[in-house]
């Protein structure tokens, strides 16, 4: 059986895609959970593969401050994939983000994702208003 692949973007409230990742799974179905893991580790195993200064991930890393390129981490380290997966889930759960297949909201980590080819990943990240 060959690898299914799926290319997940962020996107934001007027539409515009970034961050683009390809992600490869070993079946053409898939649940939202299993999404969110495959992404977060793929995202940080190439943060820690350079270390760049941001990292543009899912969910922001302990001890980063949020910028307008990404998180920044304070002291370049490398960054623990199951602890950001651990904050993923939390944050789905309590709608920090959520998640369009083919402009359909999936609402359960258990909710199933057809993988082929032209299937449509975009995370939505909710930001919260900051009062003054």
Avoid: C, H
């Amino acid at each position: 059986m060959a690898a299914a692949t799926l290319t997940v973007y962020d996107e934001n409230a007027f539409g515009t895609k970034s961050n683009a990742l390809t992600l490869d799974f070993l079946t053409e179905r898939i649940t939202v959970g299993e999404l969110i893991r495959e992404r977060v580790y793929e995202e940080v195993r190439q943060y820690n593969a350079s270390k760049p200064e941001y990292f543009r991930g899912l969910v922001q890393p302990t001890d980063a401050e949020a910028t307008l390129n990404g998180y920044r981490i304070r002291e370049r380290r490398k960054v623990d994939w199951e602890k950001q997966y651990e904050r993923a889930i939390e944050s789905f759960r309590r709608n920090g983000f959520f998640v369009l297949v083919d402009d359909r909201q999936v609402d359960s980590l258990e909710d199933t994702i057809e993988v082929k080819p032209g299937t449509q990943v975009s995370f939505i990240k909710l930001v919260p208003l900051v009062g003054g």
